[in-house]
């Protein structure tokens, strides 16, 4: 059984489509890209899935780990594993990190019938993933990114994504805003999180990134539907060729493979 | 799915429950005769009926304020029963004499009056309607010559120290609804802490409307003498009625030579239906005057009642004196605030600082009021102020009204104000971590509120923070 499966998605942000039909398959242990031009709906599709009210479903489906996902709100949506790295991180001024992140851990654990962990569990649990993404604990004591440099907010998605273990993270251009000793730290947390029963959509524009975190397949973005599907070498194709290359020629079979 | 924020789901007040005990309530209205009545049942000394008295006719001439930006319909005063007391054998010599009908209520308030409190270090004098029912580690405070005790017996046992000290800070001419409680009052706590004596343990009352239609007019009066230290905490809940419940309270607190008072509260009174109906009027004067070198400190968490109309200030008269409100008001359905401080800066070099939060959900409407005011002897004086508002949604208002005299031109004040809107992105954002709507709010609003939390005591820290939550609840979907 595929972890999730798109058919005909169609989503629109006030009153404009932006989501045309997109069909997307992705199983367990396989790493997608996303990749397509400013405004085609990457977001949006990264939205949509983690339940963001701002955007309305108007048509498709899709099946996660055999649920239906759109009928669950987003809370429920994480609990059940989906992750959604934000391309713009939220400001909570005056929350901790280290409380807002043992909030959230606690949440998931709740819905999978565990314990929650009281602060001193979770002051050592965060030691190893403080680790993980190379962070000074002292982010734990600031407000929620607030004042953080575009760099840190971006890894303190990937903290929390350590802290979270999700089964599906949705990666939307995690990799604007960091230098390149930030870009493989980041993407080295996210190779280590990788394990057989997960599965990581990277939403990005470079193929630099791919260069670390290595696809399994690559989607070209265009105008609210999926254009090309293809392997990594699809990748450095577009780098070299650019978008017009694909939506010049005839839209080819969507969907992975 | 377009914006969630207003989708409005409640919740019972939590503590809306009638415990079923037998009140002895005067009938309504008021009269020199109820005065008296009053102060008879209370075997209260001479002075205190004079003062009584003396009050009541002062209140005859004076109007209602409606000066607050709030609304209500026309209070009548000869409707209201102004005295109601819970029928018990008196005098009670130990909790184990407190009616078990009363002891369950408090049971179901969460509030642990006996073991639990004791084992936390806190002394709890209760108050049940207008008569105190119990209180306790009244002899380990007594080892350092603390009185802690309701208003009656103080005036029964301390009456010289009631009578000093009783409207100095609120004279009974100060306001309509001080004027009105200064003759009617029931009961209240009073504390006296000698010179250079450190209070031990956090002090702490429950107050509890319960009685329908009983006016509660409540009297506290502390007194830190030359270099002593207390910090005393004021707990509110009311079960839920129909009829609207006046409540005119006065605070009176007085800091001498060098010390200290701080004085917390958490306000959660019946507060209305989301119609608006029923609620508790909470019409409150509370003032302290701080001599050299003393400080007085309010915080105040106020979420419950309908409307809420209240003003804790600090009278700077002695020199280095220093004066601080920090507060948190969070309105929500039909809710009505209109609250704040004032800082009257008398003495030299005094110093004030005013951090207030306002919160608006529904269609409730929260302001702040605030005056700073510095005479021109007070050389020196510096006054801060910060006055944040938050926005949950569409309906609701917030406002300020900052009123500043400074009559001695070396004076420094400073005024900073804000108000932001509780963001979609930012509850999305809390959603997608796995944290429920109210969870998220909750986490928001305790999070713009941090500054005043980290005054209150520990525990009543997260007792606030979840009252937020409830009062919340229900305000985003
Ligand atoms: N809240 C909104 N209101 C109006 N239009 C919106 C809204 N959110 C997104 N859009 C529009 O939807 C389209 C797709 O946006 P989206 O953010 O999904 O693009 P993207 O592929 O992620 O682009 P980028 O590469 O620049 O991040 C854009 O034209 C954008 O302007
Ligand atoms: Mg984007």
Redesign the interface.
């Known amino acids: 059984m595929s972890l999730i499966e798109i058919k005909d998605l169609h989503a629109t942000v006030s009153d404009k489509e932006i989501l045309k039909g997109i069909d997307l398959t992705v199983d367990a242990g396989e790493i997608h890209a996303v990749m397509g031009p400013n405004g085609s709906g990457k977001s949006t599709l990264a939205q949509v899935l983690a339940g963001n009210p701002a955007y309305e479903v108007t048509g498709g489906s899709v099946t996660y780990d055999g649920k239906d996902l759109l009928a669950l709100p987003p809370e429920e949506r994480a609990q059940h594993g989906i992750f959604l790295a934000f391309q713009y991180p939220v400001e909570i001024p005056g929350v901790s990190n280290a409380y807002f992140l043992r909030a959230a851990y606690n949440e998931v654990r709740k819905a999978h019938g565990e314990e929650e962990v009281d602060p001193l569990e979770f002051a050592d649990f965060m030691e190893e993933k403080l680790a993980l993404v190379d962070m000074d604990a002292s982010m734990l004591n600031r407000s929620v990114n607030q004042g953080f440099s575009g760099g840190e907010k971006k890894r303190n998605e990937i903290l929390q994504m350590a802290v979270l273990q999700p089964r599906l993270a949705i990666l939307d251009e995690t990799e604007s805003g960091l230098d390149i000793d930030a870009l493989r730290i980041v993407a080295d947390g996210v190779n280590k999180l990788k394990r057989p029963d997960n599965a990581t959509i990277v939403v990005t524009h470079y193929q630099r990134l791919l260069n670390y975190i290595v696809p399994d397949f690559v989607h070209v973005l265009v105008n609210g539907r999926i254009a090309k599907s293809g392997g990594k070498e699809l990748a450095l194709e577009l780098e070299d060729k650019g978008y017009d290359w694909v939506t010049s020629g005839a839209p080819v079979g969507a969907g992975a493979a | 799915?377009?914006?969630?924020i207003e989708t409005l789901i409640s919740r019972e007040y939590q503590h809306g429950f009638v415990t079923d005990i037998e009140s002895d309530t005067m009938p309504a209205g008021l009269s020199e005769d109820v005065v008296r009545a009053i102060s008879e049942k209370k075997s209260e000394p001479a002075f205190m009926v004079e003062w009584r008295l003396k009050a009541y006719r002062r209140w005859l001439s004076m109007k209602e304020p409606h000066w607050p930006n709030v609304t209500y319909g026309p209070i009548d005063y000869q409707a209201t029963s102004y005295y109601s007391a819970p029928k018990t054998k008196t005098p009670l010599g130990s909790i184990d004499d407190v009616d078990p009908e009363l002891l369950k209520t408090y049971a179901k308030l969460g509030i642990p009056l006996y073991e639990q409190k004791m084992l936390a270090g806190v002394a709890v004098d209760a108050i049940f309607d207008s008569v105190s029912v119990g209180t306790t580690m009244r002899e380990e405070l007594a080892k350092h010559g603390i009185i802690f005790c309701s208003f009656g017996e103080a005036l029964r046992e301390h009456p010289e120290l009631v009578e000093k000290y009783l409207g100095s800070v609120v004279p009974y001419s100060d306001n309509f609804f001080a004027a009105l409680n200064s003759a009617v009052f029931s009961d209240g706590s009073f504390v006296y802490v000698p010179k250079g004596v450190r209070c031990p343990v956090e002090l702490s009352t429950y107050f509890r409307i319960n009685s329908a239609d009983t006016g509660q007019f409540e009297r506290t009066l502390i007194i830190a003498d030359e270099g002593a230290y207390v910090s005393y905490l004021e707990g509110c809940t009311a079960p839920k009625r129909s009829t609207n419940q006046l409540h005119a309270a006065v605070v009176e607190l007085v800091a001498l030579k060098g010390a200290t008072i701080k004085y917390s509260t958490v306000q959660n009174w019946y507060a209305g239906d989301k119609e608006g109906r029923g609620g508790i009027y909470n019409f409150v004067t509370k003032r302290g005057k701080a001599a050299e070198n003393a400080k007085i400190s309010w915080t105040q968490v106020e979420t419950g009642s309908a409307i809420t109309w209240k003003y804790p200030s600090v009278i700077l008269q002695g020199d280095n004196s220093v004066g601080e409100f920090y507060s948190v008001a969070v309105v929500n359905n039909k809710q009505q605030a209109d609250t704040g401080t004032k800082m009257i800066h008398i003495g030299r070099n005094t110093k004030s600082t005013i951090v207030s939060k306002g919160i608006s959900a529904g269609e409730g409407n929260n302001s702040y009021r605030g005056r700073v005011q510095v005479l021109p002897r007070a050389t020196g004086a510096r006054n801060y102020t910060q006055c944040d508002s938050m926005l949950v949604g569409n309906r609701c208002g917030a406002h300020t009204f900052p009123y500043i005299e400074v009559g001695n031109n070396s004076a420094i004040v400073e005024h900073e104000a804000s108000t932001s809107k509780i963001?979609?992105?930012?509850i999305?954002?809390?959603?997608?971590?796995?944290?429920?709507?109210e969870?998220a709010v909750s986490?928001?609003v305790?999070?713009?509120?941090?500054?005043v939390f980290k005054e209150l005591p520990m525990e009543f820290a997260l007792e606030a923070q979840a009252l937020l939550g409830i009062t919340l609840e229900g305000s985003v979907g």
């Open positions: 799915m377009s914006s969630s963001g979609e992105d930012q999305f954002y809390l959603k997608q971590r796995g944290l429920s709507a969870q986490m928001i305790s999070g713009f509120c941090k500054e």
